[in-house]
């Protein structure tokens, strides 16, 4: 993952920062220790060499003084063995040692560091190594007179090659140790900052889960909340956020999920009791009549036993009816019926809706009107569910049409579709049951409009099967205006 790719660079990176700087000053604070140590040797024994040449006068008359001279040289070696004596004559020549066979790497010293310590100049000063090519060391030096004339210069190195066999030993271990503290540093270094690094990097995962987890103490609070939160995009978004937006999104659809179930839910409840007291009201009548019969027989008479009958009857047919328009609608909405589709003219299909209505409609005194555009095409369809449309449709208009009002199909052709309306001249749909027309089992008044409203559920899946739908449209001077289309 990204953010762990991320964190092992970041220690390693900063391992090897540390590891530099702590390398880097433990050099400097060698350079720094070496510098002052050889610093204060050389301020102490600045006389060295002068007091060498005042005890031992190696320069006599005659010249050089050998015996003199390796007395000298054994004196020192058991005093102290880091010192290296050299004789040099005026041009910086070594013409006296007591170095083993081979040790001298050059026989001519520079003089100018040597004038410098003479002339008082602040140390440390180097001299030159007469047992390395390119060595430098700290010094005392005399001039040695002969006749008032310096004649030569006795040249002591304080730190000699035994001094540098002793201090490499001492520096294996001192860089030894130094070595093993560094790599506890490090070590506990790089714990901290893996530490910190992983406690950085898995943040938003412990963030995420966390959320999670509230979201399933909480509930539909805490998804709700979680769904609120705003989506943002980044071009180089990691795993971890792509992770953190699917799980916002996931929230968002159960959000809206739970809230649609909600909803139909509370459709459904409003249903049942809509239905139960569409079935209450004519069972109560039918077992009204029925008791009245039963318990009255003898008294009634045969006009009043008929009426009594026949209210009974007209009640459970209305009980039938609204039985079989649930069970219908409970086909539709399950996907039990498909459409058989064939050719057929809408028109013409019409005109045999319209005989179904005639004696109704003539009772009432309504007008059954039709507006036909010439040469309509034939439609593939189901015919008998666009005749139960036609009918459902007809038969709610008529049934809340005033009397001697009408009722008006209109017919026509408009974006490859063959356009159905119908409209009637009664009170119209209330505001308040417009928004629910189609899904509710109740439109207006209870009594009069239940089956009604299973008849606009029925039409609506009806024409969801053929791929339309059917809309509330407001007309001028109507009232309840249905428009839906038709595919060619």
Request: charged content about 20%; hydrophobic content about 45%; some cysteine.
């Amino acid at each position: 993952m990204r953010y762990l790719t991320l964190s092992r660079r970041l220690t390693l990176t900063f391992a090897t920062l540390l590891l530099t700087a702590c390398v880097l000053l433990g050099w400097l604070q060698v350079q720094t220790s070496t510098q002052y140590s050889q610093s204060v040797i050389q301020q102490l024994s600045s006389n060295l060499a002068q007091h060498i040449n005042q005890t031992y006068p190696l320069l006599g008359q005659e010249g050089l003084n050998k015996v003199l001279l390796h007395k000298l040289f054994d004196n020192l070696m058991e005093v102290n063995p880091s010192v290296e004596v050299y004789l040099l004559d005026k041009q910086g020549n070594i013409i006296g040692d007591a170095a083993p066979e081979g040790h001298i790497k050059r026989h001519l010293v520079n003089l100018e560091p040597l004038k410098r310590a003479m002339a008082g100049d602040p140390f440390p000063l180097y001299g030159d190594d007469p047992r390395s090519l390119n060595g430098q060391k700290v010094f005392s030096v005399a001039p040695m007179l002969r006749n008032g004339q310096v004649d030569g210069y006795l040249y002591v190195i304080l730190l000699g090659e035994k001094y540098n066999y002793l201090a490499r030993d001492a520096q294996f271990d001192t860089i030894l140790t130094i070595s093993l503290l560094l790599i506890a540093v490090i070590g506990l270094s790089g714990l901290v900052m893996g530490a910190l690094a992983f406690r950085w990097v898995t943040r938003p995962l412990r963030q995420l889960s966390r959320q999670v987890k509230a979201l399933e103490t909480g509930g539909m609070n805490e998804m709700q909340a979680m769904a609120a939160l705003p989506l943002t995009v980044k071009n180089d978004a990691d795993e971890l956020y792509q992770l953190r937006q699917g799980v916002i999104l996931m929230a968002r659809r159960i959000s809206e999920q739970w809230h649609s179930l909600t909803q139909q839910d509370q459709l459904r409840r409003e249903f049942i009791a809509n239905i139960s007291h569409d079935l209450r009201t004519p069972l109560t009548s039918l077992h009204g009549y029925l008791e009245s019969l039963s318990v009255m027989s003898a008294t009634l008479s045969e006009a009043e036993k008929k009426r009594y009958l026949d209210i009974a009857l007209a009640q459970s047919q209305k009980v039938g009816l609204l039985a079989q328009s649930l069970f219908e609608l409970a086909r539709l909405e399950y996907g039990v019926v498909k459409p058989v589709k064939e050719p057929f003219s809408v028109g013409e299909l019409l005109q045999d809706v319209y005989q179904k209505f005639e004696l109704v409609a003539h009772t009432h005194q309504i007008q059954l009107l039709a507006d036909i555009q010439p040469k309509l095409p034939i439609i593939y369809a189901d015919v008998s569910m666009i005749e139960r449309v036609l009918t459902n449709l007809l038969d709610n208009a008529i049934r809340h049409t005033p009397d001697q009002g009408n009722v008006h199909v209109r017919l026509w052709l408009a974006d490859d579709q063959l356009m159905v309306e119908v409209s009637d001249s009664g009170p119209g749909i209330p505001p308040i049951l417009k928004e629910g027309l189609f899904i509710r089992p109740s439109i207006g008044n209870v009594s009069r409009r239940t089956e009604g409203g299973l008849g606009l559920m029925i039409v609506r899946q009806m024409l969801q099967l053929h791929g339309s739908d059917i809309r509330l449209v407001e007309l001028p001077g109507r009232g309840a205006s249905f428009h839906f289309g038709l595919p060619l």
